[in-house]
C-alpha cells in the first residue's frame, strides 16, 4: 500500500495516482464545474470574469485550459495560451496540432527503432539443441 500527502490540505491517503487526496479531489470537480457552468452561461467572459463570480483562481483556470478540459473561444484564443515548443496560439492544451502530430512521430520513431535493434535474425537468435537424438 503506497500512502502520500495530499499537495493541497496536506492529509495523509492511500495514493491511487493522483496527487490530490479524495476530499481535495471532489472540491476541485466543484470548482471545475461552477467555472464550466459560468462560462456556458456567459460565453463572451473574461479570464477575470469568470474568476471573480465563480471565486476559481485565474491560475487554475489556466490549469483547467492547459489540462485540455476547457477550450477558448476563437475570437480569445491567441491572448493567452501558446504552444509550448513553438510558441504558436492554441485554444487549448500545451502543444499545438502541428507539434502534437510531431511528438507522436518522434515516439514512434524511437519505439521503431528500439524493436529494430532487438530483433534478429534466424542466425542470431538461441536454441537448444537435441542432444539425444536416436
Known amino acids: 500500500m ?10 495523509v491517503y492511500v495514493y ?37 463570480e465563480t ?3 485565474i491560475q487554475r483556470i489556466m490549469k ?13 484564443y491567441n491572448l493567452i495560451l501558446d504552444c509550448e515548443r513553438c510558441g504558436k496560439a492554441i485554444r487549448t492544451g500545451r502543444y499545438c496540432d502541428r507539434c502534437t502530430d510531431e511528438i ?6 524511437i519505439n521503431s527503432t528500439k524493436n529494430e535493434r532487438f530483433q534478429k535474425s534466424d542466425k542470431e537468435k538461441m536454441y537448444i539443441a537435441d542432444r539425444y537424438k536416436k
Open 55 to 57: 471565486g476559481v483562481s
Open 16 to 52: 491511487d495516482n493522483y496527487k490530490l487526496c479524495r476530499n481535495c479531489r471532489k472540491l476541485e470537480e466543484e470548482d471545475f464545474q461552477k467555472v464550466k457552468q459560468y462560462i456556458y452561461d456567459n460565453p463572451g467572459a473574461t479570464m477575470q470574469e469568470i474568476s471573480s
Open 64 to 76: 483547467y485550459l492547459r489540462e485540455g478540459r476547457l477550450q477558448l473561444r476563437e475570437e480569445n
Open 2 to 11: 503506497n500512502i502520500k500527502n495530499c499537495v493541497k490540505c496536506g492529509k
Open 104 to 109: 507522436h512521430k518522434e515516439f514512434k520513431g
